[in-house]
């Protein structure tokens, strides 16, 4: 299990930083009308804690395709000064399905960042909801397609060593090979999201998170468990939550309310820390 023991004060601001982010963000989405949602430990944090969970390091929204698509759009046009995007559309070596919000003059990085050419600020996750197909035949081929394009993307561009060796070799040799083929995360991503709007469905009655095939088959949610809104506190501000916040973490954690033991939290194994311009001493 992913664990950093960080000091109290470090922690904390980190989550103030994140904090900042996140605001930022929901500013973006009150101006133009785009919905968002708290999500995974956020929204389990909002939950529980009215929070950040005491331990976490990291910040989760997820939104509908079509108003991520948008928040996109404004963003990138925007050329904002505080804030950068990380995404495909951002940056074609970016190999998750899931976009970043980053603060920039920050580094918040993993083992794999001296695999790529992009950096990775302090920032928060963003996810993406997308619908599922209409029937049980065609939905277990969505999800395992899903599934394939995740893992191919991940090996587009680096090799993961933290695995259990079978793991390992499996995922060395499908990054060797993509790279001989010349494979490269961009064009994975587009026949991915091409492949994603075949199933687009207002009226879908489930859908999923794609990114969340990285260890497994996507975290499926009911649509109607997002068909309306709460307000509630997260820190110091009122944050969106899922009306049926309860089927969502259940789905995901179970007996949410009850705290994990200590073997069993998680955050980031973060190589490089660094807030730059607001550097916790100034």
């Not at 939905?139 to 090799?159: A, T």
């Not at 695995?163 to 995922?171: D, E, G, Q, R, V």
């Amino acid at each position: 299990m992913n664990y950093t023991e960080y000091d109290n004060k470090i922690l904390k601001h980190l989550q103030s930083l994140e904090l900042m982010i996140l605001k930022d963000f929901i500013k973006i989405c009150e101006e133009n009308s785009l919905t968002y949602y708290m999500y995974a430990g956020s929204l389990l944090g909002t939950i529980r804690h009215n929070g950040f969970i005491p331990w976490d390091d990291d910040l989760d929204v997820i939104m509908f395709r079509d108003d991520f698509d948008k928040f996109k759009k404004i963003f990138i046009e925007s050329n904002n000064d505080k804030l950068e995007l990380l995404c495909n559309e951002t940056d074609k070596d970016y190999f998750h399905l899931l976009a970043k919000l980053m603060l920039k003059h920050t580094r918040f990085e993993e083992h794999w960042v001296s695999q790529v050419d992009f950096h990775i600020g302090i920032n928060i996750d963003i996810f993406v909801l997308d619908d599922l197909a209409d029937t049980d035949f065609k939905r277990n081929f969505q999800l395992k397609k899903s599934f394939f394009y995740n893992k191919l993307l991940i090996m587009s561009k680096i090799k993961l060593d933290d695995l259990s060796l079978p793991a390992k070799i499996i995922t060395h040799a499908g990054y060797y090979i993509l790279k001989l083929l010349r494979i490269k995360p961009s064009f994975l991503n587009e026949r991915c999201l091409n492949f994603l709007k075949k199933y687009k469905n207002p009226n879908a009655e489930y859908v999923f998170d794609i990114s969340a095939t990285a260890e497994e088959y996507p975290q499926i949610f009911r649509k109607d468990d997002f068909k309306s809104i709460m307000k509630m506190k997260f820190e110091d501000i009122e944050v969106n939550v899922p009306s049926n916040y309860d089927n969502i973490l259940t789905s995901l954690y179970g007996d949410y309310m009850k705290l994990p033991p200590e073997e069993d939290r998680y955050n980031h194994i973060t190589e490089n820390l660094d807030f730059g311009i607001y550097d916790i001493n100034e």
